[in-house]
C-alpha cells in the first residue's frame, strides 16, 4: 500500500534556530513530489516540486531534497512568518487516486 | 494572475438543500480539481478534471456531483448532504495534470446542520 509519512508531526523552533522537515514514502514509481504550506483557513500555498533522486530545489529560507525514499525541506534561520503546516504530496501516475498527501508538519516559530 | 477564486465563502445548509460551490481560473490551466479538508488532516482529493476528462476517487458518495462547464470554471454540486460533509472545501488547478504544481483557491467553509 502507497504511504506518505510525515515527521515530525509538530516541531518548535526558537527564530534562527534551523531544522528539518522529513517526508518518506513508499510509493512505488515516484512521477512528483511536491511540498506545499498551508496556513490556518487558507488552502495550501505551493512551494516545491521534486522528479528525480538527486534533485534540489532552493527558495529564500527552505531547500527541498529528493532521495529514492525520503524527502527533506530544510528551514535555515525561521522567522515566525515561517510558522504554518507544511504537507508533502506525492503522485505515483494515473488518476485521483495516484496523489497521497501527508498528514503534515505543524511548525510554529517563536520569536 | 495566480489566483483561484471560490465562492461561497462560507455556506450553511441543511440536510435536505441543494447547493453549488464555484470555483474559477484565469491562468489557462488544464486540469482543475475538488479537495475536502477536515480540521488538522491534509486534503483529500475528491474529483479531478484534466482537459474536460473526469477522474473520481471512487470513497466519494453520490451526494457531490462536479461539473467542468469550461476550462476555466469548476463546480460542486451538493445535496443530501450529512453533518459529517461539515468541512473546507478547496478547489485547485494545474498547468495539465498531476505532475504539475497545483494552485489552490481560499475555500468554502461548509457546515452542514
Known amino acids: 500500500e502507497d504511504q506518505v509519512t510525515q515527521s515530525p508531526e509538530a516541531l518548535r523552533l526558537q527564530e534562527g534556530e534551523s531544522s528539518s522537515l522529513n517526508c518518506s514514502y513508499t510509493?512505488?514509481?515516484?512521477?512528483?513530489l511536491f511540498w506545499y504550506r498551508q496556513d490556518p483557513g487558507k488552502g495550501p500555498e505551493f512551494l516545491f516540486t521534486l522528479y528525480s533522486a538527486g534533485e534540489e530545489k532552493e527558495k529564500e529560507r527552505l531547500k527541498a531534497t529528493l532521495t529514492k525514499k525520503e524527502s527533506f525541506l530544510h528551514i535555515t534561520a525561521p522567522k515566525p512568518e515561517d510558522s504554518a503546516t507544511y504537507l508533502c504530496?506525492?503522485?505515483?501516475?494515473?488518476?485521483?487516486?495516484?496523489?497521497?498527501f501527508g498528514k503534515g508538519t505543524h511548525l510554529i516559530i517563536q520569536p | 494572475d495566480t489566483e483561484v477564486t471560490q465562492t461561497p465563502k462560507h455556506l450553511v445548509m441543511g440536510m435536505t438543500n441543494k447547493k453549488s460551490l464555484k470555483c474559477e481560473q484565469h491562468m489557462g490551466h488544464r486540469a482543475m480539481y475538488w479537495y475536502k479538508q477536515k480540521a488538522k488532516k491534509p486534503p483529500e482529493l475528491m474529483f479531478v478534471?484534466?482537459?474536460?476528462?473526469?477522474?473520481i476517487n471512487e470513497s466519494v458518495p453520490s451526494r457531490f456531483s462536479p461539473e467542468c462547464p469550461n476550462s476555466s470554471l469548476l463546480n460542486l454540486h451538493l445535496h443530501a448532504l450529512q453533518p459529517e460533509d461539515s468541512a473546507l472545501y478547496l478547489c485547485a488547478s494545474s498547468q495539465d495534470g498531476f505532475r504539475d504544481e497545483q494552485y489552490f483557491g481560499p475555500g468554502t467553509r461548509l457546515t452542514v446542520t
Open positions: 504530496a506525492v503522485y505515483k501516475g494515473g488518476g485521483a487516486d495516484g496523489l497521497t
Open positions: 478534471y484534466s482537459y474536460e476528462k473526469l477522474s
Open positions: 510509493v512505488s514509481g515516484l512521477r512528483g
